[in-house]
């Protein structure tokens, strides 16, 4: 039976993405979560900014940042979501290049997050990105998919980003395949962040016991039951 050997190591942020109900946000307002992400782009996860709004409006979410995820979205819209909500952070998951950070970085506050793929060259495009970037989300690159889709990577490339992250002062967080049994493994590289979805959901739902059983063995490092 595997067991997470304890270790001295900062806490890692934590971020639950893809909430898309108002039953998602009150699970998740409950929990241990820094970062709590919200899709504003085509996916089953995706949902309106008005919505989010009204939620938020009856939900407290004091002491958790908000996270808008977008793709290839025109940067004008996106300021005007994240200043309507407000977002904390602005996370780009498509094809956006260093120009579309540049200009975001002149009519939003927002920190700035760029989501990559987990791919030859990856932490090139992280050196390019990191004068504007704020942070990076490292995912399993899947063909057709752009995240969300409870495939993990290699995480013994987990060093090499975070070395990359590091140099630059970036924050960093790792994504893909990341639930309550791969925990322990990917803890074995002290990520400095990491970022779920599918990872705590049970039929598409946030699952508050998937989430209680994840922050009990990430949180308190204790013996991994089945």
Same mark, same amino acid.
């Given at each position: ?8 190591? !900062?806490?890692?942020?934590? %971020? ?28 089953? &996860? ?16 004091? *002491? ?9 979205? !025109?940067? *004008? ?7 309507a909500l407000p977002l904390d952070v602005i996370q780009l998951h498509g094809d956006e290049q260093v120009e579309d950070?540049? &200009? ?15 791919? &030859? ?21 899947? %063909? *057709?998919?752009?995240? *969300? ?21 970036? &924050? ?15 803890? !074995?590289w002290q990520p400095p962040g990491i970022d779920l979805a599918s990872g705590i959901e049970d039929k598409g739902q ?21």
């Amino acid at each position: 039976m595997p067991c997470l050997e304890k270790k001295t190591m !900062n806490k890692p942020s934590l %971020k639950y993405c893809g909430i898309h109900s108002f039953a998602d946000l009150k699970v998740t307002a409950r929990s241990k979560a820094d970062y709590l992400g919200f899709i504003f782009a085509e996916s089953k &996860r995706a949902v309106n900014p008005a919505d989010v709004k009204s939620w938020c409006g009856q939900i407290a979410t004091a *002491g958790k940042k908000l996270v808008g995820v977008f793709v290839n979205e !025109n940067a *004008g819209r996106i300021a005007e979501i994240a200043e309507a909500l407000p977002l904390d952070v602005i996370q780009l998951h498509g094809d956006e290049q260093v120009e579309d950070i540049k &200009r975001l970085k002149c009519i939003t506050d927002c920190e700035i997050w760029k989501a990559l793929h987990h791919e &030859r060259g990856t932490v090139e495009t992280m050196e390019a990105f990191a004068p504007y970037a704020d942070g990076f989300v490292i995912d399993s690159s899947v %063909k *057709g998919m752009r995240g *969300g889709t409870g495939v993990s990577f290699s995480w013994e490339s987990v060093p090499l980003y975070k070395e990359a992250a590091a140099k630059e002062g970036k &924050r960093l967080f790792i994504a893909g395949g990341v639930n309550p049994d791969s925990i322990a493994a990917l803890l !074995n590289w002290q990520p400095p962040g990491i970022d779920l979805a599918s990872g705590i959901e049970d039929k598409g739902q946030k699952s508050e016991k998937l989430i209680n059983l994840l922050e009990e063995r990430m949180y308190n490092h204790v013996f991994i039951s089945e």
